[in-house]
């Protein structure tokens, strides 16, 4: 009896729940999972935008690994991926690390602050402002100030190398402070009596770090490094403020790419396939993240 | 009781998506007020007004896209519709739809759901598609022969023997050159040239004499500037072309090699252009230019009518250079108007877009919107323009001015002609792997 009435409670409130989840669970699925399905669908056809699509089968997947843009493209978000995941992680990582040790006080405060900024500041205003700094004739800002010492102007977004360099640069700018306030956060969540029990067995500040801080905030570190490389592989709107992908292929990013088949080429089914292999690529990597973040568990 | 108020709070919420999800309604203050009965359904062009009537279509609506100019465009577009309504009682609705990609995304989404615009300005990279895909109304037969015939460049917006867009917004930046006679006459060059050898000799004075930063200036930092600016006019006047009315790819021609090799000795060879053309886009270049900083350089018409006032020396223009004994040829946008096969009303379709073709819409259009529009009537009178070079230009325009053509895969292989281009003029590529590069990547588009 009891038992009975135990399973209609237990039904009821999950029927509750059920109702309570039910439109998010709705807005999911069409807004995200359906369209899933639908770019999977439209990556077998030959869609324009403008007709209707006609089966193609694998095509555009076999014709996707023979064009040079791709591949340039897939090329430079690895080069992209290595140089601003770690360098966002580190950068953000130390600061945050020293402000917690040292600056546990108004100050740092203002330097987490002022550090933010970037982080609120749209990708494309972040992009035109950079674009001026950075502009090649010398009359631009980092081109005078680099003449002033007596160096040469740099065509920086017009060289591949450069060019690269620069978005880069933007991107650890724009990011640094969102991941800085994670590891904080985090660091602050050390037990202090770790700490405390380390500093009287004298150990210095560095080896507190890595032995007690390191290993306290592993799956905080895990989660930035998963985001940074997921949001790596996703960079669209600097590169198209900046660079547009140029010069050449020299910035060009898989998600601009998709954006400039789909839209400006009229090749939606094309562009579909490239989106689907770049949601393979990327899974596979945060697999890979989980497994080695695992293993050293 | 909590979980009722959560539950109304939740259906609070997905009653308000849902109520955000309709598309809002243009504002249009302008608007006449008036009572619109049905319109007359569309029958392929074959809904004749009732004999009697001066307004046959009065009450019909139609919409209508276009692209914007002055960023006052609404408002202008409403003005003029408030015209047309008292003279036709027909209502048109305008959208203003961004350039670009953006507003490409809004066409297709638009003609997808069948919500798309009865009358549209469009441009060459979309007009393959909507074509193919049966969207556009083939005009022959439908709009009066006499306008058809008025039309200067209707042969341009043709597709074999069908009429699906007629000429719009034709001369709109139209791409040429720009000089400083200042620093010419300063480097001892007293003749603006006029062939490329001509051209090679003044750059190589202008730079041996120091008197300015860049002898020469050819736009290379995106995709619409290298290939409409500095790609097209170039290889067209050295005789070749990139593709066939036919849709056939001929860019591995001699005379493509020729016209690139040429690009590339400028920077590599001669250095006369610098290395800088691929990060300085055309605001900076014109910048540059009415500072007094570059002596010869491609660029579009219409900053030079706009800032000619800024321009402090003495300048002139022209359409640009070819080979000795060859014949200059540059690119001029032949921007378009076309009506959707599946227009609520054809027959007011029809009455708008030969408003929109009318010498009186054309010249308001002109002095509002657009000074350097080309002019599009045989019957209008001589148009002059604000800068007297440009008027000379403006006359020889027709004959040597080419728009983009019609094929499939046009839009790819303009940009493929620029990624492959700027990775030449950046030294990462040979003339010949330029050339053959772009000719395979434009062959993959054509399909």
């Known amino acids: 009896m009891k038992t009975n009435i135990n399973k209609k409670r237990r039904r009821r409130n999950n029927l509750w729940g059920y109702t309570f989840t039910a439109p998010s669970a709705i807005l999911l699925f069409v807004f995200i999972v359906l369209?899933?399905?639908?770019?999977?669908?439209?990556?077998?056809?030959?869609?324009?935008?403008?007709?209707?699509?006609?089966?193609?089968?694998?095509?555009?997947?076999?014709?996707?690994?023979?064009d040079k843009k791709f591949l340039a493209s897939m090329k430079n978000t690895f080069i992209y991926v290595l140089t601003t995941v770690p360098l966002q992680t580190i950068l953000s990582l130390v600061v945050a690390a020293i402000l917690a040790e040292k600056f546990q006080n108004a100050f740092g405060e203002f330097i987490r602050g002022t550090m933010f900024i970037p982080v609120l500041c749209s990708a494309v205003i972040a992009g035109n402002l950079f674009f001026y700094l950075f502009a090649s004739d010398k009359n631009a800002v980092i081109n005078s100030m680099l003449m002033l010492f007596g160096l040469d102007k740099v065509n920086w977004l017009g060289k591949s190398d450069t060019a690269m360099l620069v978005i880069c640069m933007v991107a650890v700018w724009k990011n640094v402070g969102y991941f800085l306030v994670i590891f904080y956060a985090a660091i602050m969540d050390v037990p202090k009596s770790l700490h405390e029990a380390a500093r009287i067995d004298g150990a210095s500040p560095m080896q507190r770090f890595f032995n007690i801080t390191m290993p306290s905030i592993r799956p905080v570190l895990y989660l930035v490094i998963t985001l940074s490389t997921i949001w790596a592989f996703q960079v669209f709107d600097i590169t198209m403020v900046m660079t547009k992908g140029g010069p050449g292929t020299a910035t060009m990013s898989p998600v601009l790419l998709v954006y400039n088949y789909a839209f400006t080429d009229h090749r939606m089914g094309y562009a579909s396939a490239i989106a689907c292999i770049l949601a393979v690529v990327i899974f596979v990597i945060s697999m890979l993240q989980k497994l080695v973040f695992k293993e050293e568990d | 009781m909590k979980k009722i108020i959560a539950l109304l709070l939740v259906l609070a919420l997905v009653i308000g998506l849902v109520a955000c999800g309709k598309t809002p309604e243009t504002p249009n203050t302008d608007k006449p007020n008036t009572e619109k009965p049905a319109d007359k359904p569309a029958d392929g062009g074959n809904d004749a007004p009732p004999a009697d009537s001066d307004k046959p279509y009065e009450g019909a609506t139609v919409t209508w896209w276009h692209y914007p100019f002055t960023g006052e465009d609404q408002g202008y577009w409403d003005e003029r519709a408030a015209v047309f309504y008292e003279r036709t009682g027909i209502t048109v609705e305008t959208t203003i739809i961004p350039w670009g990609a953006d507003g490409a995304a809004k066409l297709s989404a638009g003609f997808l759901s069948g919500t798309g615009p009865d009358?549209?300005?469009?441009?060459?990279?979309?007009a393959y598609d909507l074509i193919s895909a049966g969207h556009l109304l083939d005009l022959n037969g439908v709009v009066p022969q006499e306008i058809l015939d008025d039309e200067i460049y209707l042969a341009k917006t043709a597709t074999g023997d069908k009429q699906y867009m007629l000429p719009y917004a034709g001369g709109v930046s139209y791409r040429g050159m720009a000089f400083n006679l200042d620093l010419l006459k300063a480097a001892g060059v007293d003749k603006v040239p006029e062939t490329r050898e001509e051209f090679l000799a003044a750059a190589l004075k202008v730079k041996e004499?120091?008197?300015?930063?860049?002898?020469?200036?050819?736009?290379?930092?995106?995709?619409?500037?290298t290939t409409m600016t500095s790609i097209l006019p170039n290889i067209w006047s050295g005789g070749g072309d990139f593709a066939t009315p036919e849709g056939e790819v001929v860019f591995d021609s001699a005379e493509n090699l020729e016209t690139l090799q040429w690009m590339y000795d400028l920077i590599y060879t001669h250095g006369v252009l610098s290395e800088d053309c691929t990060g300085i886009d055309t605001t900076a270049q014109i910048d540059l230019f009415i500072e007094g900083k570059i002596a010869m350089l491609w660029g579009e018409t219409w900053p030079y009518v706009d800032r000619a006032a800024e321009i402090g020396f003495e300048w002139t223009t022209s359409l640009g250079i070819a080979p000795e004994g060859g014949k200059v040829m540059t690119f001029c946008p032949t921007d378009m108007v076309a009506v959707n096969a599946n227009a609520k009303n054809q027959g007011a379709a029809i009455e708008w877009l030969k408003f929109l073709l009318s010498v009186e819409q054309r010249d308001n259009f002109r002095e509002t919107n657009y000074t350097t529009l080309l002019q599009l009537n045989k019957s209008a009178a001589p148009i002059t323009y604000p800068v007297d070079c440009i008027n000379a230009d403006m006359a020889a325009a027709g004959e040597h001015t080419r728009a983009l053509p019609i094929v499939k895969g046009?839009?790819?292989?303009?940009?493929?002609?620029?990624?492959?281009?700027?990775?030449?003029?950046?030294?990462?590529?040979?003339p010949e792997e330029a050339v053959a590069a772009i000719q395979a990547a434009c062959e993959a588009a054509a399909g």
């Open chain 1, 35 to 66: 369209p899933i399905f639908i770019s999977v669908a439209l990556s077998l056809t030959d869609f324009s935008g403008f007709n209707e699509p006609t089966y193609v089968g694998f095509k555009n997947y076999v014709d996707m690994f023979k």
């Open chain 2, 209 to 225: 004499a120091g008197v300015c930063e860049y002898p020469v200036m050819l736009p290379m930092a995106t995709a619409a500037e």
């Open chain 2, 119 to 126: 009358v549209l300005y469009m441009t060459a990279e979309t």
């Open chain 2, 410 to 430: 046009c839009s790819t292989m303009t940009t493929e002609m620029c990624t492959n281009v700027q990775l030449m003029m950046m030294g990462e590529l040979t």
